[in-house]
C-alpha cells in the first residue's frame, strides 16, 4: 500500500512538472484529466500565485477548464474557487465576486463543495478590510469542513481566520487559530499554508506581550520536531529556527538568540534562499548592534556583498552599510533597518520596536 501511494505522488509530482512547462497542453491531454492530479494542480496554483500573482488569473483558467473535463462538480466548484484567488491576487474585486456568485450557485449545499468556497469568500472580505464579514465566512468554512471530516482544510481556514480574530479579538485568539492550525495541517498541505501560519504568527507576536513570546517559543521548538525528516519541509523547519531566534532576541537571551539566527542564517544559505540570507543577516546586524557589535556587521556586510548575487538597491544599503559600521556611526542602525525592510520575505523584523502597532491588512494570500 506505501508503495503504491508513494508511486502516485511521484506520478503527480511528474505531471505538476510537465504542466508547468506546458500549461497550454494541460486541458489537451487526458493523462491530465484525473481527480487526484485536478487538486494537486490547484494546490499549486494556489502555492504559486503569491511568487507570481500576474500569472494566478492564467492559471487559475486553466484549472476551471481542467475540472470542467471531469465533469465532477466538486472538482469545478473548487477549480472555481481558485479563480477567485487569482483575481483577488491582482485586485480584481468585481471579477473575483462574479465567479464566486457563480461558484457558490453550483455548489448548492454541497459542503465539500462550500468549505473551499466560504474560505476563499473570507479572504475576499479580508482583503477589503471587511473583517466581520471574513470571520463570519472562515466561521463557516470551519464547519463545512468539519462536516466532511477534511481537518486539513480546518487547518487552512484557521491560517485566515486567524487574522480576522486579530482584529476583531485579541492577540491570545489569533495565536491560538494559528497554533492549531500547524497542528493539523497534514504535511501534503502546500508549504504556502505552513509558511502563512509563521508569517501571521510573526506579525501578532511583533505587538504581543511576553507571555505570548514564552508560549509561542515553546510551541515552535515542537512543531520543529514534529517536521524532521519530513521531505520537502527543510526551508520552513528553517524559517521555525529563524522565528524562534527572534522571539528569544525580544525575550533578552542574546546568546542563544544569535546562536539560531547564525544556524538559520546557514542553512538559508545552503538552500539558496537569497533575499532571506540578507533579510536574517540584518535581524543579526541588529542583534550586533545593540551590542555595539560593528566589526561583526562589516563582517555579515561584506560576506553578502561577496557570495550572494545582489544588486540595485539591496547591493547600495549592504555597501553602506559596511562602511558606516567600520566608522561605527550613528547611522548605522537605520541603514540595517532599511536593507531589512528592502527585502520582501515571510519573516517579519521582530527585533525593532513597531512604531505603528497595526498587522499588515491584508495578511498572506492562502
Known amino acids: 500500500m506505501t508503495e503504491v501511494k508513494d508511486w502516485r505522488r511521484r506520478r503527480v509530482r511528474f505531471l505538476l512538472t510537465k504542466a508547468e512547462r506546458h500549461l497550454d497542453k494541460v486541458t489537451e491531454d487526458k493523462e491530465f484529466w484525473r481527480p487526484r492530479f485536478c487538486l494537486a494542480f490547484f494546490d499549486w496554483c494556489d502555492d504559486n500565485a503569491f511568487d507570481a500573482p500576474d500569472l494566478a488569473v492564467k492559471r487559475a483558467s486553466v484549472a476551471v477548464e481542467l475540472a470542467e473535463k471531469t465533469n465532477s462538480r466538486h472538482l469545478t466548484c473548487r477549480a472555481m474557487g481558485v479563480l477567485v484567488s487569482g483575481h483577488r491576487m491582482v485586485s480584481e474585486f468585481?471579477?473575483?465576486?462574479?465567479?464566486?456568485?457563480?461558484?457558490?450557485?453550483?455548489?448548492?449545499?454541497?459542503?465539500?463543495?462550500?468549505?473551499?468556497?466560504?474560505?476563499r469568500k473570507g479572504l475576499l472580505h479580508l482583503y477589503q478590510s471587511e473583517n466581520e464579514e471574513a470571520h463570519r465566512f472562515f466561521n463557516a468554512a470551519i464547519t463545512e469542513y468539519e462536516k466532511v471530516d477534511d481537518y486539513d482544510g480546518v487547518g487552512r481556514a484557521l491560517v485566515s481566520r486567524g487574522i480576522s480574530h486579530f482584529y476583531l479579538a485579541s492577540v491570545d485568539a489569533a495565536l491560538a487559530d494559528e497554533d492549531r492550525a500547524l497542528q493539523l495541517l497534514s504535511s501534503e498541505s502546500p508549504q504556502i499554508y505552513h509558511l502563512a501560519a509563521l508569517n501571521n504568527i510573526a506579525g501578532f507576536l511583533a505587538l504581543?506581550?511576553?507571555?505570548?513570546?514564552?508560549?509561542?517559543?515553546?510551541?515552535?521548538?515542537?512543531?520543529?520536531?514534529?517536521?524532521?525528516?519530513?521531505?520537502?519541509?527543510?526551508?520552513?523547519?528553517?524559517?521555525?529556527?529563524?522565528?524562534?531566534?527572534?522571539?528569544?532576541?525580544?525575550?533578552?537571551?542574546?546568546?542563544?538568540?544569535?546562536?539560531?539566527?547564525?544556524?538559520?542564517?546557514?542553512?538559508?544559505?545552503?538552500?539558496?534562499?537569497?533575499?532571506?540570507?540578507?533579510?536574517?543577516?540584518?535581524?543579526?546586524?541588529?542583534?550586533?548592534?545593540?551590542?555595539?557589535?560593528?566589526?561583526?556587521?562589516?563582517?555579515?556586510?561584506?560576506?553578502?556583498?561577496?557570495?550572494?548575487?545582489?544588486?540595485?538597491?539591496?547591493?547600495?544599503?549592504?555597501?553602506?552599510?559596511?562602511?558606516?559600521?567600520?566608522?561605527?556611526?550613528?547611522?548605522?542602525?537605520?541603514?540595517?533597518?532599511?536593507l531589512r525592510c528592502a527585502v520582501d520575505v515571510p519573516v517579519p523584523c521582530l527585533i525593532q520596536v513597531i512604531s505603528d502597532r497595526k498587522f499588515s491588512n491584508p495578511g498572506p494570500s492562502t
Open 94 to 119: 468585481e471579477e473575483a465576486k462574479r465567479v464566486l456568485k457563480e461558484a457558490l450557485a453550483l455548489a448548492d449545499g454541497c459542503s465539500c463543495c462550500l468549505c473551499d468556497l466560504y474560505r
Open 208 to 338: 504581543g506581550d511576553d507571555h505570548h513570546f514564552f508560549r509561542a517559543s515553546q510551541h515552535l521548538a515542537s512543531f520543529r520536531e514534529t517536521l524532521k525528516g519530513v521531505v520537502g519541509f527543510s526551508s520552513v523547519r528553517v524559517r521555525l529556527r529563524w522565528i524562534d531566534g527572534l522571539i528569544l532576541a525580544r525575550l533578552g537571551d542574546y546568546r542563544p538568540a544569535v546562536q539560531m539566527l547564525e544556524n538559520a542564517q546557514g542553512a538559508l544559505i545552503r538552500l539558496r534562499q537569497d533575499p532571506e540570507v540578507v533579510a536574517i543577516s540584518a535581524d543579526l546586524a541588529m542583534l550586533y548592534h545593540e551590542r555595539s557589535n560593528y566589526p561583526a556587521i562589516v563582517r555579515i556586510a561584506n560576506n553578502c556583498l561577496r557570495t550572494l548575487p545582489v544588486c540595485g538597491k539591496v547591493r547600495a544599503l549592504l555597501a553602506k552599510l559596511a562602511r558606516s559600521a567600520a566608522r561605527e556611526t550613528k547611522r548605522t542602525l537605520k541603514i540595517i533597518t532599511a
